[in-house]
């Protein structure tokens, strides 16, 4: 059985930390932040951590990270 390829879409969009979470970019940064609030503003600079239920299909789609 050849050996599954990691899904690129899903590679540049989470990350694995080395204690197995699995973060991602909060959406919507690119532009209309001027009508946020600060703290919204500092909120969407952080990385959100992934909910348990989405955990395990994002580790099927990368493998190898």
Wanted: glycine fraction near 6%.
């Amino acid at each position: 059985m050849p050996k599954m390829k990691t899904k690129q879409a899903i590679a540049k969009r989470f990350k694995i930390t080395k204690k197995g979470k699995i973060l991602k970019r909060t959406g919507g940064q690119d532009h209309f932040n001027a009508r946020e609030s600060g703290r919204v503003k500092r909120n969407k600079r952080r990385d959100k951590q992934i909910a348990k239920a989405d955990q395990k299909n994002i580790k099927r789609l990368m493998p190898y990270n």
